[in-house]
């Protein structure tokens, strides 16, 4: 009697699972399916919330993050972006689309070197895609930009302490200057008319 009860248990603790399991699997796919449907509408926050929903069912699938940080890169969250890009690519490495937006994300928050390395990847995957060269093209400009800047910058800094070492030499010269005549217009005469007096 007790072997048929603990069977009983087990088939119903068997059945309990596989059912729970089937009611989150068709919860994550509303969700999944409404945030779609809300990203299409441009309804980016109420996506963002259906995404999030789908994503704490299942949280094994790229798709959701890079849906997700498509959203938060329409509202300009641009790390949160970022954040699902990253998960993304680490489920799917070779996907240029996300590198396209993880690029933009990265432009957006002015990281032109991580711009510039994901935009480069997205090219890798897919040379002729027009806007990963667009941001790209403006990714460079602005880091010659900032080299640009660096560099008359470091210039400034060098050309103020020329200044500085050209007025310390000049004014070490000066008083070299001075002491040399007080030496020898004053003190010199000084020291012979003394001597002169001392001798008579």
């Keep these: 009697m007790f072997k048929k009860y ?25 969700h999944y399916h409404n945030g779609q449907a809300n990203l299409k509408a441009g309804k980016y926050q109420e996506a963002i919330t259906d995404l999030d929903k789908a994503i704490a069912r299942m949280p094994y699938y790229s798709a959701m993050y890079a849906e997700r940080g498509e959203a938060k890169l ?12 990253t998960i993304t690519l680490q489920k799917k490495p070779y996907d240029y689309h996300t590198y396209l937006k993880r690029g933009i994300a990265y432009y957006h928050l002015q990281d ?5 390395l994901d935009l480069q990847d ?23 930009d900032i080299k640009r800047q660096t ?7 060098l050309a103020t302490q020329n200044q500085t070492n050209e007025r310390a030499q000049w004014e070490r010269r000066q008083r070299r200057f001075y002491r ?19 001798w008579r």
């Design 6 to 30: 603990c069977v009983v248990m087990m088939v119903l603790g068997v059945f309990g699972a596989v059912t729970t399991q089937a009611q989150k699997v068709l919860e994550y796919k509303k």
């Design 74 to 85: 329409k509202l300009k969250d641009y790390a949160g972006a970022i954040d699902d890009f």
């Design 112 to 116: 032109y070197t991580n711009a510039e």
């Design 122 to 144: 997205a090219l890798h995957y897919k040379p002729y895609d027009k806007q990963a060269r667009q941001y790209l093209t403006q990714t460079q400009a602005r880091l010659n």
């Design 151 to 157: 560099l008359a910058k470091q210039n400034e800094v």
């Design 180 to 198: 040399n005549q007080l030496i020898w217009g004053t003190l010199l005469p000084l020291a012979i008319w003394t001597g002169i007096l001392l």
